[in-house]
T-cell receptor, first 114, second 109 residues
Framework: DVKVTQSSRYLVKRTGEKVFLECVQDMDHENMFWYRQDPGLGLRLIYF???????EKGDIPEGYSVSREKKERFSLILESASTNQTSMYLCASSLGQVRGETQYFGPGTRLLVL | GQQVMQIPQYQHVQEGEDFTTYCNSS?????IQWYKQRPGGHPVFLIQLVKSGEVKKQKRLTFQFGEAKKNSSLHITATQTTDVGTYFC?????????FGPGTRLSVLP
């Protein structure tokens, strides 16, 4: 079974703090994704990565950055958290464009920025 | 850019009734995926459709990909309380999948 884990289920931070959200997958997947999920807006892609040290902007990258130093780990960074970044953050991974595009999601991190 | 819409946004049904959610894309898709998210859970992959006009079934769920590859539907026959959740479609146009906003299904026992 594919397992995607996220470092925290719930997180409370203050405005201006730097926030790190970690995601780890254990199935040697090439692709990793960060989404945020808000009521009525569905899943919106923040950043994705097709390989180590490679990153591509998604639909809403502003205010976020990412890091992929190892294949299994994809980190989302909020350099200076703001209240409008309060949301559910979901990490996902997939084998790759050739090997398979099914996305496997982690349990999510619910972030509250005060 | 590509937009993926789903209707309805919410649907309340009595247990045993049928349910359908529709997914529409502003562009032609190379393939489409469906996911289910239970309350408090994370999205879980259900199926992928690739061919124009393709129909796939999983027990009481029937998935269809439109002839023009711009729309898709998910139909559940005789809903059960275990069907409760939000159903998302995700359409691939070019490199990435774009998720629709989802249809939240409530099933009253």
């Amino acid at each position: 079974d594919v397992k995607v884990t996220q470092s925290s289920r719930y997180l409370v931070k203050r405005t201006g703090e730097k926030v790190f959200l970690e995601c780890v997958q254990d199935m040697d997947h090439e692709n990793m994704f960060w989404y945020r999920q808000d009521p009525g807006l569905g899943l919106r892609l923040i950043y994705f990565s097709y390989d180590v040290k490679m990153k591509e902007k998604g639909d809403i990258p502003e205010g976020y950055s990412v890091s992929r130093e190892k294949k299994e780990r994809f980190s989302l960074i909020l350099e200076s958290a703001s209240t409008n970044q309060t949301s559910m953050y979901l990490c996902a991974s997939s084998l790759g464009q050739v090997r398979g595009e099914t996305q496997y999601f982690g349990p999510g991190t619910r972030l509250l920025v005060l | 850019g590509q937009q993926v819409m789903q209707i309805p946004q919410y649907q309340h049904v009595q247990e045993g009734e049928d349910f359908t959610t529709y997914c529409n894309s502003s562009t032609t898709l190379s393939n489409i995926q469906w996911y289910k998210q239970r309350p408090g859970g994370h999205p879980v992959f259900l199926i992928q459709l690739v061919k124009s006009g393709e129909v796939k079934k999983q027990k009481r769920l029937t998935f269809q990909f439109g002839e023009a590859k711009k729309n898709s539907s998910l139909h559940i026959t005789a809903t059960q309380t275990t069907d409760v959740g939000t159903y998302f479609c995700a359409g691939k146009d070019g490199q990435n999948f774009v998720f629709g906003p989802g249809t939240r299904l409530s099933v009253l026992p």
